[in-house]
């Protein structure tokens, strides 16, 4: 890595002064993220670096990075007008001065003022007679369980395992050759994701029947095992995306785990359901 | 559209608006209690304020009153009609309790302690800190066995909220039922009676 940058008597090279924009993104970020003082941070030495060496970039990672810096440093910006704001507001004391007093005072005091400042919501949780109609009346137009399945042609067995060619021959995975079907199903996917980079796993495997859905699911598995696609998990929504890798990239060095979806059948009428189908 | 009450018909007419508003705060029907000026618009019709200022004169009577939390946070000089659509509406009590009182609806004295040590401490440093500072900060006060379920006890409450980094902020609950500046007020008071 040839090369010097700066003016001047100082003269660095192209890799000090990428470790220098390093460092600057790491400060601001650091102070981003622990809430430190932002005035801590010497906005205008930050910039007289980033100003130094600008001149001197020329490969586009280089310029990426400059920018990347100079958006930590608008960051640190922006904290310094709002850690100003703060103390302007009337709820402003000294946090040192407040700390004192949490740890100087008693327990009983403290509880004390906060009863006096606090007005606690009111709130009941039982069941409404309005909410107990609606149930009723669900209850009632809600048809046996029997009739329900009977309706949609599904006949409850017991869980078990199955081979390819057991799926094969029950039509659910079709002989063509199960690479050839991956790829296939791997383009629609990056197709499918092109305008957000992501679709929604039941949209994506979802289909009119159970069996394509089920078909689809099981395809799908292969896809993030071997690493053409990926997925991202969203705990508290219960919302579950699938993201297409640009090439496939196997999983290396980390730990694989599980994640088992359950593709049932209520589960597919569900899905069914919510788009209006 | 909606005909207008005349005479006679109006307390009737408020009545019924009266019960249908006091349902919507009373009963919790998501994960936040109360409910979003436009959820009033809606159930109530476009004269909600109106509804929710005669709510507010029948609560009194038994120590009871709609609270007004803005999104924008504080209270806007003259709320705007969108302002109000999307404050949240609850109902809290209109007067403090006192520690017998809260005793009995479940509060240990130690934990208010430690909401009242946490929410003043956030307040302090602008809005959010290191959870692991809180922590160091209650450990002071109450056992060390305590801190950790205290805490995840105010998270699961909603007085406090805490992010993927490990930083605690003041939750929808403070916000609701919690008057801080008030709270940092009688804190600094209490410097001279100790």
């Known amino acids: 890595m040839g090369g010097s940058v700066g003016g001047g008597g100082e003269r660095r090279s192209v890799r000090e002064a990428r470790e220098e924009l390093l460092r600057i993104i790491e400060l601001c970020r650091s102070v981003e993220a622990k809430g430190l003082d932002p005035y801590l941070v010497d906005v205008d030495d930050l910039i007289r ?19 990347e810096a100079l958006n930590h440093i608008a960051s640190i910006v922006r904290m310094q007008g709002e850690w100003v704001k703060q103390r302007a507001t009337a709820l402003y004391r ?20 906060f009863l006096e400042a606090w007005l606690p919501i009111v709130e009941f949780e039982q069941l409404t007679l309005e909410g107990f109609r609606e149930a009723l009346k669900y209850w009632s137009n809600l048809p046996p369980l029997s009739e329900r ?85 969203h705990y508290l929504e219960d919302e579950i995306f699938i993201l297409p890798n640009e090439k496939p990239t196997p999983i290396e060095g980390s730990e694989l785990i599980s994640y088992p979806i359950p593709i049932s059948f209520e589960e597919w009428r569900r899905w069914r359901e919510s788009r209006g189908a | 559209m909606e005909r207008k009450p005349r005479g006679v018909d109006r307390k009737a ?44 004169e029948y609560l009194e009577k038994i120590g009871l009153m ?23 509406f609850y109902i809290t009590l209109r007067d403090n ?8 609806v479940g509060w240990r004295i130690d934990d208010m302690a430690a909401l009242c040590a946490s929410i003043a401490y956030i307040i302090s440093r602008g809005g959010k800190v290191q959870r692991k500072e809180l922590e160091d900060l209650l450990k002071s006060k109450i056992p060390e066995w305590r801190v950790d379920i205290d805490l995840n006890k105010f998270i699961r409450l909603g007085y406090l909220i805490e992010d993927e980094n490990g930083q605690v902020y003041l939750g929808w609950r403070t916000r609701a039922e919690v008057d801080q500046k008030k709270l940092i007020d009688l804190l600094f008071e209490a410097e001279s009676k100790i």
């Open chain 2, 66 to 88: 709609v609270k007004v939390v803005f999104e924008e946070g504080g209270q806007p000089e003259n709320p705007t009609t969108e302002q109000y659509d999307r404050a949240r």
């Open chain 1, 94 to 113: 000294d946090p040192f001065l407040i700390e004192e007093r949490v740890r100087s005072l008693s327990r009983d005091k403290l509880a004390e003022i």
């Open chain 1, 149 to 233: 399945w009977l309706r949609t042609g599904y006949v409850r067995s017991e869980m078990q395992t199955s081979t390819r060619e057991e799926a094969i021959k029950e039509g659910i995975l079709s002989g063509e050759s199960f690479a050839a079907e991956l790829e296939r199903l791997w383009l629609e996917l990056k197709e499918r994701a092109s305008g957000k980079g992501r679709v929604r796993y039941w949209d994506f495997i979802g289909s009119d029947t159970y069996e394509e859905t089920a078909r689809r699911a099981y395809l799908t598995s292969f896809l993030i095992t071997y690493g053409y696609a990926r997925l991202e998990i």
């Open chain 2, 13 to 56: 007419y408020y009545a019924v608006k009266m019960r249908k508003a006091a349902q919507l705060l009373f009963y919790r029907r998501h994960s936040i209690p109360g409910a979003r000026g436009w959820e009033l618009r809606r159930r109530v019709g476009s004269d909600y304020l109106k509804v929710i200022n005669l709510l507010n």
């Open chain 1, 49 to 67: 670096v980033i100003r130094e060496y600008f001149p001197s970039w020329e490969r586009i990672e280089d310029l990426c990075l400059d920018t």
């Open chain 2, 97 to 104: 309790l006192r520690v017998e009182e809260a005793k009995m």
